[in-house]
């Protein structure tokens, strides 16, 4: 069986997959040519990350040459929301853009989620409703939930001194990114509680948006796979202020990594089955302080455990095979 995995921009969780199915790639480099490359290349199964504007065409050609089009749902595109006084989400987007999401969603066979908020949930604390089925009307047999998987043998973590108090990682290169992530509450908690350490990866903002840096926190615009795992490795308490998130990829990678989770209670995140703290309303020092009092080796051993057997590379190899062709 011919597969494909196709995708807007790659990231590492999109090369795992690739990896994992041992498959062919194709990355969006506008409409014609994606028509054209579809037209004379047919394949079996039509892995689809992320709904937008790349996925609708191997959608169609998944139906002219009787394929199987799997859709994975992230985040983005179960969302429809206002950040910052601008669209946020597919559901947000000018009328085009959610109509062609809206046919992917129709014609595609399988609709995949990496967590089942993203259909239908409610963000506890941004107090609004959530998922595609606010917008979109979709047959709910074709969705079947599959999270991403994570390598433990790569994010293990050795015995080092956890000079870290509070890390937070997120790829952000706009003010709406800014503030979905809650990294201005990241950056207020490290002006309130001088006394810590705070680490902040992946902001890329023009210094109009970035309000005066804290002397507690350091700062790192952009930094590797492997050197980020090393500042985990050197975290106790991991910290994910989302408004909105389907399941991210680097809190799952900080809990293998050894850190204790802080996260507020958005999507995905509210309902991960460990031992964390979670927060439904406004954050404060006091959640932070909480995080550090319920910090233990065996407690992070046991997230640790819960999260390698519950979002192996296996267990989602084992959940795709049930759905391709």
């Known amino acids: ?39 004379f290349n047919r394949f ?27 859709l994975i749902i992230g985040g983005f595109d179960g969302m ?3 950040i910052d006084g601008k669209p946020y989400g597919l559901f947000s987007q000018k009328w085009f853009r959610r109509t062609i999401g809206r046919l992917s969603y129709l014609f595609c066979h399988r609709i995949a989620p990496v967590h089942f908020s993203l259909i239908e949930g409610f963000n506890e604390y941004g107090q609004n409703q959530m998922g595609l089925l606010n917008w979109c009307k979709i047959n709910t047999s074709k969705v ?4 991403t998987g994570y390598n433990s043998e790569f994010w293990n973590p050795v015995s080092i001194e956890r000079d870290i108090d509070f890390l937070t990682v997120g790829i952000v290169n706009t003010k709406q990114g800014y503030l979905r992530k809650g990294l201005d509450r990241f950056l ?33 615009i ?12 050197r975290t106790k308490v991991y910290c994910q202020f989302s408004i909105a998130e389907g399941l991210p ?21 509210a309902d991960l089955k460990v031992n964390k703290i979670l927060i439904r309303d406004e954050v404060n020092p006091e959640y932070l302080e909480k995080s550090l009092r319920s910090l ?8 640790r455990n819960f999260v390698m057997n519950s979002y192996s590379l296996g267990k989602r190899s084992e959940a795709f095979k049930k759905i391709l062709k």
């Open 222 to 233: 952009k930094m590797d796979q492997a050197n980020i795992k090393k500042y985990m490795n």
């Open 44 to 70: 079996d199964n039509y892995i689809i990350w992320f709904n937008d504007y790349h996925a609708f065409i191997p959608i169609i050609f998944s139906r002219i040459y009787f394929g199987r089009s799997i």
């Open 144 to 147: 079947h939930e599959i999270p």
């Open 1 to 39: 069986m011919k597969t494909i995995i196709v995708y807007n921009r790659k990231s590492t969780f999109i090369q795992s997959d690739i990896d994992m199915f041992k498959c062919q790639e194709y990355g969006w480099s506008g409409l014609k040519k994606q028509i054209l490359f579809f037209l």
């Open 80 to 82: 429809g929301l206002t």
């Open 249 to 269: 990829n680097t809190l799952l990678e900080a809990i293998l990594m050894g850190c204790y989770p802080c996260v507020t209670a958005v999507n995905g995140m």
């Open 296 to 303: 233990s080796k065996e407690i992070c051993y046991e997230n």
């Open 188 to 220: 207020k908690m490290a002006d309130l509680m001088p006394e810590y350490k705070f680490v902040v990866i992946g902001i890329n903002l023009d210094n109009n948006d970035v309000p005066e840096i804290p002397t507690n926190l350091e700062f790192h």
